[in-house]
């Protein structure tokens, strides 16, 4: 078992982005062979560096938002992110065939002001072995329920495009679920319509709660699929998402208790006008409409809720992750960046309420 670091919390003012608090704590000793508990340092960021007190973007309300350091060498890469209800943690993967599980620090009021204890370990393939080379580019991640009423854990990965799963019957929490052996999910990416090239995969995948329901969108070339159970067995339609000019998709989640309706996170990246990224509210009961699935030509574009750009705090903005909150009709959204190990970028999370449109 790997020596345990100390955790750090740095709390701080929203709005402000001044420290008022700072300390250091002990995380206990992971009780799973193969994880550490690393030190993850949160810095505080606005939502907008020109103007701190700005806390509307769109349909969206700030919730606060830090930046992640840690000097800890398999940190960074984020693409994929999912709220454990039950656990009360954030999951992420990495581009590098990684896992982290933290825990969101958050004011009584439900302000982000850190991360508590984070847990790390690598993903694990068929053969129980750590993921390497061609293989550990992990881009997105989904919680589905299963047989056993615990929930398994899907990712997603590029260049040697799969979607895996990690079984979660008989395991007490997501952790216990991620350091078995990966199983195949291959009805996902079955007779994709289009090779899907190297860096340019499955990033965006939603997968309803009960796992009868998917829609996977490739990053490049927008194509996607929704399928859904029918009453003679699976249906799947094939669709073209129509974004926003240079944006690709990222990351979905469907709505809590709804498979039609889903958040879509996308990105642009320009060497002249920088990163931004999106939100949308897209609906696919048109795509269920077509009744017999099979090809279709139909295209799917979203209504946009928010646009992240500079002077908002943004970088390259990968994934999202929906958690119930405590007010009827809303939701508290988690956005979180891939920094690609790079020092010009930032780990940033960010945390948003969103009271949803009809």
Do not use: C
Request: glycine share 14%; proline share 8%.
């Amino acid at each position: 078992m790997s020596m345990v670091r100390r955790g750090v919390i740095l709390l701080a003012g929203l709005g402000i982005g001044v420290a008022m608090l700072a300390f250091a704590s002990v995380p206990p000793p992971p009780v799973v062979p193969g994880t550490e508990a690393i030190t993850v340092i949160a810095r505080p960021v606005p939502l907008n560096s020109a103007d701190p007190a700005q806390a509307r973007l769109g349909a969206l309300t700030y919730r606060g938002g830090v930046a992640l350091e840690s000097d800890f060498a398999g940190f960074g890469g984020l693409s994929g992110l999912r709220w454990l209800a039950g656990e009360g943690r954030l999951v992420a993967v990495s581009d590098k065939g990684r896992w982290l599980v933290m825990t969101p620090a958050e004011t009584p009021d439900g302000r982000l002001t850190g991360v508590g204890e984070v847990i790390a370990g690598p993903l694990l393939d068929e053969m129980g072995q750590r993921v390497g080379g061609g293989l550990n580019d992990a881009e997105g991640l989904e919680i589905v329920g299963n047989a056993h009423g615990t929930p398994d854990l899907l990712v997603s990965f590029e260049q040697q495009h799969r979607v895996w799963r990690y079984p979660g019957a008989g395991a007490t929490d997501a952790v216990m679920a991620l350091v078995r052996p990966a199983r195949p999910r291959g009805d996902l990416l079955a007779d994709w319509p289009e090779t899907l090239p190297g860096n340019g995969g499955i990033e965006a995948m939603a997968v309803a709660a009960d796992g009868g329901v998917s829609m996977l969108i490739a990053e490049d070339s927008g194509t996607g699929r929704y399928t859904w159970q029918g009453p003679d067995g699976p249906r799947a339609v094939t669709f073209r998402y129509r974004g926003r000019p240079d944006f690709k998709p990222t990351d979905a989640v469907f709505l809590p208790g709804s498979d039609t309706r889903l958040l879509l996170l996308s990105r642009r990246y320009s060497p002249l006008t920088g990163v931004a990224a999106g939100l949308e509210l897209v609906d696919l009961a048109p795509l269920r409409a077509t009744g017999a699935g099979g090809r279709s030509d139909m295209a799917i574009s979203g209504r946009l809720l928010a646009e992240l750009a500079p002077p908002v705090s943004v970088d390259n903005m990968e994934a999202l992750a929906v958690r119930p909150a405590p007010v009827a009709g809303q939701l508290w959204l988690y956005l979180l960046s891939d920094d690609n190990f790079s020092p010009l970028q930032r780990t940033l999370l960010l945390k948003f309420a969103l009271t949803l449109p009809r």
